[in-house]
């Protein structure tokens, strides 16, 4: 039985599904032909997407998802997914924490994880939930208190967002 080596190391290799995005002038298109999903931009999994690859290249002013048919999101909406974005960049940990901080399971990271898994609606009572042994040091509980804030602040910044899109 003769097996491809190159298909079996491929096999072996974890592969990260990435979508294709870069800046072309003021847009920052983003690739959909491999993605798993039809490009609507007022799905969950478009929103989520769209939110990620900004916070992850940066802000633009407008955004161009990459089809067959080429859909633009501008004005209000593309300011909104510019605003989340933001949000999304702010909310992880800044510091390349070691030792005992990088596997603390209220690491800030971990916490935010969970917040953004579900977004457009985030968890926010699950992510609360992962800081309710808080304790230990002083470093400590600096740390849950900054994540603690940093999540209300999410929640805030996203129901302002709301609100601005909703208003008459």
Same mark, same amino acid.
């Given at each position: 039985m003769d097996l491809d080596f190159k298909q079996i190391l491929q096999g072996s290799i974890k592969k990260e599904r990435t979508v294709e995005h870069r800046f072309e002038g003021d847009a920052l298109v983003i690739g959909c032909m491999d993605c798993g999903y039809a490009p609507e931009p007022g799905s969950k999994e478009? *929103?989520?997407?769209?939110? #990620?690859?900004?916070? +992850?290249?940066?802000? /633009?002013?407008?955004?161009?998802?990459?089809?067959?048919? #080429?859909? +633009?999101?501008?004005?209000?909406?593309?300011? /909104?997914?510019?605003?989340? /974005?933001? *949000?999304?960049?702010?909310?992880t940990s800044l510091t390349r924490d070691k030792g005992r901080c990088k596997r603390c399971p209220m690491h800030r990271n971990r916490v935010m994880d969970v917040a953004w898994q579900d977004f457009p609606y985030p968890n926010y009572l699950g992510a609360r939930s992962l800081l309710d042994g808080a304790g230990g040091d002083e *470093?400590?509980?600096?740390?849950?208190?900054?994540?603690?804030?940093?999540?209300?602040?999410? +929640?805030?910044?996203? +129901? #302002?967002?709301?609100k601005r899109l909703v208003r008459p």
């Open positions: 478009c *929103m989520r997407c769209m939110v #990620d690859r900004m916070a +992850e290249a940066g802000g /633009a002013n407008r955004i161009v998802l990459r089809t067959g048919r #080429d859909l +633009e999101i501008s004005g209000e909406s593309g300011q /909104a997914i510019k605003r989340m /974005a933001s *949000m999304r960049r702010c909310s *470093m400590c509980v600096r740390c849950t208190a900054s994540t603690m804030r940093a999540l209300a602040q999410m +929640e805030s910044d996203l +129901e #302002d967002i709301r």
